[in-house]
């Protein structure tokens, strides 16, 4: 068990590289745009890679005494990515409200740019949350054989992180159904769900690493 100063020094690391994650973000959607390369073909084909090597890992564990059976090194790095992507996804809420108050204030130029970074996360959010899940899944399968050899603490807030995670993609699920195929407009407790239950991944997702 982590003490208490343990866990918020690490909580305190976590924010910050929560924080340049999310300026790399801003960073990498600057150039790809001023380079006239498409941030959409770069989403969806840097995504796909992430979800294949997700898939690459559980199968790897299909083959008995296999190096990479035994020492997955795309379990870890799958996690990390999933981590990363985790963070671009919930950034849309901050790009949201920072977006809200310097749209009065700010140049023109930086009022477009938000706005076009707040379009680009919400556009592709959803793509976002199925890398998320993917990159989960993959971390988890590799770790399930030996689950005697990790901690009690680990075992626990990884398998409550991944079943909060299970719970927002079952939301997201019919939120798609109510509004893309009913064409029903979301509820706003939806919203008020959806957040608690990021607040609560992130919180089980930081005491877990």
Same mark, same amino acid.
């Given at each position: 068990?982590? @003490?208490?100063?343990?866990?918020?020094?690490? @909580?305190?690391?976590?924010?910050?590289?929560?924080?340049?994650?999310?300026?790399?973000?801003?960073?990498?959607?600057?150039?790809?745009?001023?380079?006239?390369?498409?941030?959409?073909?770069?989403?969806?084909?840097?995504?796909?890679?992430?979800?294949?090597?997700?898939?690459?890992?559980? !199968?790897?564990?299909?083959?008995?005494? @296999?190096?990479?059976?035994?020492?997955?090194?795309?379990?870890?790095?799958?996690?990390?990515?999933?981590?990363?992507?985790?963070?671009?996804?919930?950034?849309?809420?901050?790009?949201?409200?920072?977006?809200?108050?310097?749209?009065?204030?700010? @140049?023109?130029?930086?009022?477009?740019?938000?706005?076009?970074?707040?379009?680009?996360?919400?556009?592709?959010?959803?793509?976002?949350?199925?890398?998320?899940?993917?990159?989960?899944?993959?971390?988890?399968?590799?770790?399930?054989?030996? !689950?005697?050899?990790?901690?009690?603490?680990?075992?626990?807030?990884?398998?409550?992180?991944?079943?909060?995670?299970?719970?927002?993609?079952?939301?997201?699920?019919? !939120?798609?159904?109510?509004?893309?195929?009913?064409?029903?407009?979301?509820?706003?407790?939806?919203?008020?769900?959806?957040?608690?239950?990021?607040?609560?991944?992130?919180?089980?997702?930081?005491?877990?690493?």
């Amino acid at each position: 068990m982590r @003490s208490i100063d343990a866990i918020a020094a690490r @909580s305190v690391l976590l924010l910050i590289f929560c924080g340049v994650d999310f300026c790399f973000l801003l960073g990498a959607y600057g150039a790809l745009r001023a380079l006239h390369i498409s941030v959409n073909w770069v989403t969806w084909i840097g995504g796909s890679f992430i979800i294949a090597l997700s898939a690459m890992v559980c !199968l790897m564990m299909l083959i008995p005494d @296999s190096v990479l059976h035994l020492s997955n090194p795309g379990s870890k790095v799958v996690g990390i990515l999933a981590f990363l992507i985790a963070v671009f996804a919930a950034s849309q809420w901050i790009t949201r409200q920072w977006y809200v108050q310097v749209k009065k204030s700010a @140049s023109k130029w930086v009022i477009q740019f938000l706005k076009n970074v707040l379009m680009f996360l919400r556009k592709h959010h959803q793509f976002f949350g199925w890398i998320v899940a993917a990159g989960a899944v993959g971390h988890t399968v590799f770790f399930l054989p030996i !689950l005697s050899h990790i901690s009690i603490y680990e075992e626990i807030t990884g398998f409550a992180a991944i079943g909060i995670l299970a719970l927002m993609v079952l939301l997201g699920l019919w !939120l798609w159904i109510e509004t893309a195929l009913r064409k029903r407009r979301m509820p706003k407790v939806v919203h008020t769900v959806h957040s608690a239950l990021t607040i609560a991944f992130f919180i089980l997702l930081f005491l877990h690493i």
